[in-house]
């Protein structure tokens, strides 16, 4: 059985709307090409005309403000059904609001089809002027007119690479231009220039669509561009990172037994979240799973530096941490940073440097000097302290880590050894 791709043709435009007239020759258009209506996809965008959605028996994407182009070609980056159609509509204000997304599809000639709903005005939020505002066209923020030209979008989108592109006045039928478009190979793209009938009518009196048109210079007409719709596979591609990333075996035994979350924090330039690092390699040769997140400012070198880790027997869903189960803090500048989330701790164990003045917590505290070693190695010193109290891991899959990643010269592995008794 058929469905049309409109579900009812009493549409929810004010009388005399020229979008009406666009969902209506959309659907006329599809309907003689034969789609039925979940083999396409529309992707409107904020104003009036995406109040079209509801009304439409196709699937439906609604935008942000300018963004429906965006959403529609990362539809089409994933789509690799031919038989699928992809449809957006936009308002002038969007279509200006988005310009460069415009421009992007249409300069890779990505395959979808943009419709332009051009009422030369913003009309859902009051009747200001728009980059697609014709010169002397009034509106509420123009009212002697606009003083100046719009954009010409369809001699851009052509310019761009579109393979398709046409201006047609919103008058009468109008499908078989919108076939055209949907036939289109590539990016195609239609500006169907129209008067509001709130807003454009009431501050233009006796002007009429195609008077208005003639005007403006734009003047009705199609460009064609010959070239071939975007592909994947146009050029070589990037060796795929993960390939070199080494794999990481189990060759030691955990002890521990539930999802464990530690933030680290100290200062730039202290090793944090190379501490992180070397823990998370060493869990994961554990047998672990585990997740690394560094904090810190767009300065990098000045500051302090955070590193959140989590460490579980299972998959890791989640690697936020809004209460940690432990906190190793060596400088005051991490201690700074960290102080709500310490607040926070009803339990766990809280390791702070000595030089430190201690936090409010509710976790156990355990108070050392983690700098005797060097403050580069602080964190590392402190987080591997809280290992050997808890068992979670072996402290030689720590050092092992040290060794593989070619770190030895770097830390100094004799001094922390000292210190655990291996």
């Known amino acids: 059985m058929n469905v049309n791709i409109l579900k009812t043709d009493s549409l929810p435009f004010c009388k005399g709307c020229g979008h009406d007239l666009i969902s209506k020759n959309t659907a006329k258009a599809l309907e003689k090409m034969g789609y039925n209506p979940l083999d396409v996809i529309m992707v409107t965008d904020i104003g009036c005309h995406g109040i079209i959605d509801r009304s439409l028996n196709t699937h439906t994407i609604h935008g942000l403000h300018g963004r429906s182009v965006a959403l529609g070609a990362g539809i089409a980056f994933g789509n690799s059904d031919p038989s699928k159609k992809i449809i957006v509509f936009i308002g002038d204000g969007g279509a200006t609001i988005g310009l460069q997304h415009i421009m992007e599809a249409a300069r890779l000639n990505i395959n979808m089809s943009v419709i332009i709903h051009n009422n030369m005005l913003y009309g859902m939020t009051g009747g200001q002027s728009s980059g697609l505002t014709p010169e002397g066209f009034h509106t509420t923020t123009s009212a002697d007119g606009n003083p100046f030209d719009g954009y010409d979008i369809c001699a851009l989108s052509h310019t761009a690479g579109a393979s398709y592109v046409a201006r047609v006045s919103g008058i009468g039928d109008i499908s078989d231009k919108f076939i055209k478009a949907f036939q289109t190979q590539g990016f195609s793209l239609i500006e169907v220039v129209e008067i509001c009938t709130s807003y454009g009518v009431k501050f233009n009196p006796g002007r009429k669509l195609n008077e208005i048109i003639q005007a403006s210079g734009r003047i009705p007409g199609e460009w064609i561009n010959n070239r071939l719709p975007f592909s994947h596979h146009q050029g070589r591609k990037v060796d795929n990172l993960f390939a070199k990333t080494p794999e990481i075996s189990k060759s030691f035994n955990t002890g521990l037994e539930k999802p464990l979350s530690l933030i680290m924090s100290g200062s730039a330039g202290e090793g944090v979240q190379l501490a992180a690092t070397i823990i998370v390699k060493a869990a994961m040769k554990s047998g672990l ?124 592995v004799e001094k922390l050894k000292s210190g655990f008794e291996i």
């Open 289 to 412: 799973h585990a997740t690394q997140k560094g904090s810190y400012p767009v300065t990098v070198g000045v500051g302090f530096s955070t590193a959140e880790v989590n460490l579980s027997p299972k998959e890791i869903n989640f690697h936020g941490i809004n209460v940690p189960d432990i906190a190793v803090i060596t400088s005051a500048e991490g201690l700074a940073h960290s102080t709500r989330r310490i607040g926070l701790m009803k339990s766990g164990t809280l390791f702070i440097d000595q030089s430190l003045t201690p936090p409010v917590t509710g976790a156990e505290m355990i108070i050392r000097d983690f700098r005797e070693i060097g403050y580069r190695t602080a964190s590392l010193f402190a987080v591997m302290y809280f290992i050997k109290q808890s068992g979670i891991l072996p402290l030689e899959a720590v050092f092992d880590t040290i060794e593989s990643e070619g770190l030895s010269s770097k830390i100094p």
